[in-house]
């Protein structure tokens, strides 16, 4: 996979014929936890130096599995506002409502047209929905993929940063690319993902992924008082069931988080476990304490961000109207290749 801090631009790949474009969203389904700022969010603040980056909330695929209406507005607006605060900068990036953009939907469309169901059946994020709900398989599950394609197809995206969960998905997209441009012509670029050094974050439990669906996050811009208790709740290590016992850093969760949030102390905390001088309740206060030190200049300026009424829908209502201009180019090439009439009313 391409390494974002290396890479340089390729002439004429985006539409505005500059920069390589980046593009990649998330559904409204809670606040930003670890796992979404260490594999995906951290990424995309840092690539609007050097890409020209579009990010959506991707609120049509929350419809999957959402159930409470009610709840998707005001998650958009936290979420966007937890963006924000982390340094996503709406003059440098377009941050978009993916419902606003209703062209998705109809390349979406098309690509069905042209995606073979077994390559949809094989997706594990699918597999995995139809056991969690077994009385819930419509269709939008099946299709999930195909739409996450279709948003990055839209704005004819070179790079996808996101967590190592979602590589299956870039794959699949850049399968539904391949057929689609060898069945009616050159129409998209395959797209690729890009991945940070930490793309898989583990939950609180030491033994899955850090996810919103287990119950196993540490909230990112949580109070300290919080994320010291949610930290204080993290399995750590099992192989030393007393404090004398030696520790085993390397497999231990709460040692895998300080390399990212005390890289100056890293060595002796990890010496300390080793040697049982330090016990996994101290190691843990450390930690609780790195993570709300990190985060203390994204929560100050999120307060502020918050206290703007409309803030919100203003960086969205302009976001839209800047992606809908690639949007509608890459449909009617879409529409012209497949054979459909060129609408009157795009571009
Ligand atoms: P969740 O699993 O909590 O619902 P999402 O599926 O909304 O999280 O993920 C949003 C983004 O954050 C995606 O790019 C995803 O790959 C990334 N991400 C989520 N959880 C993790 C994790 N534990 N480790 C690394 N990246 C993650
Ligand atoms: N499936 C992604 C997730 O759960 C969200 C998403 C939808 C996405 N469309 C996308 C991510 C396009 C990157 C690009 O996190």
């Known amino acids: 996979m391409p390494d974002a801090t290396v890479e340089s631009p390729r002439p004429g790949a985006a539409l505005s014929g500059k920069r390589l474009r980046v593009l990649s969203g998330m559904q409204p389904t809670g606040r930003m936890h670890l796992g979404n700022y260490l594999g995906a969010l951290r990424n995309w603040v840092q690539l609007q130096d050097q890409y020209e980056c579009v990010f959506f909330v991707a609120d049509y695929h929350s419809l999957t599995t959402v159930t409470d209406p009610a709840s998707i507005r005001p998650a958009i607006t936290e979420m966007v506002l937890d963006w924000l605060a982390t340094g996503l900068d709406p003059q440098r990036s ?4 993916q419902s606003d953009l209703p062209e998705v939907a109809e390349l979406h469309l ?3 047209m042209t995606t073979p169901l077994g390559w949809l059946e094989r997706v594990p994020s699918y597999k995995e929905k139809v056991a969690q709900f077994p009385d819930n398989q419509n269709y939008g599950l099946l299709g999930y993929p195909v739409l996450q394609a279709a948003d990055i197809l839209l704005p004819r995206a070179d790079r996808v940063p996101v967590g190592e969960d979602q590589a299956p998905h870039i794959e699949l997209t850049r399968e539904i690319a391949r057929r689609f441009n060898h069945l009616f012509g050159q129409v998209f670029p395959e797209p690729q993902g890009l991945f940070t050094e930490i793309p898989r974050v583990m939950g609180t439990d030491g033994v899955s992924k850090m996810s919103k669906s287990r119950g196993n996050t540490i909230g990112m811009l949580d109070s300290p008082e919080q994320i010291r208790k949610t930290v204080m709740t993290m399995v750590t290590d099992v192989e030393r ?4 016992d030696a520790g085993h850093p390397e497999r231990c969760n709460v040692c895998a988080l300080h390399r990212f949030f005390s890289p100056d102390r890293l060595a002796e905390i990890w010496q300390g476990e080793r040697e049982a001088r330090t016990g996994c309740v101290e190691v843990k206060r450390w930690l609780a304490e790195a993570i ?6 994204m929560r100050e300026k999120r307060a502020g961000l918050a206290a703007q009424p409309g803030l919100v829908d203003d960086v969205l209502a302009d976001g839209a109207r800047r992606a809908r201009v690639a949007a509608r180019e890459t449909l009617n090439m879409a529409r012209e290749a497949c054979g459909l009439a060129v609408s009157s009313t795009a571009v």
């Open 241 to 244: 069931p007393l404090r004398s």
């Open 94 to 97: 377009i941050i978009f409502r």
């Open 292 to 297: 709300a030190d990190h985060f203390a200049p």
């Open 110 to 112: 098309l690509l069905s």
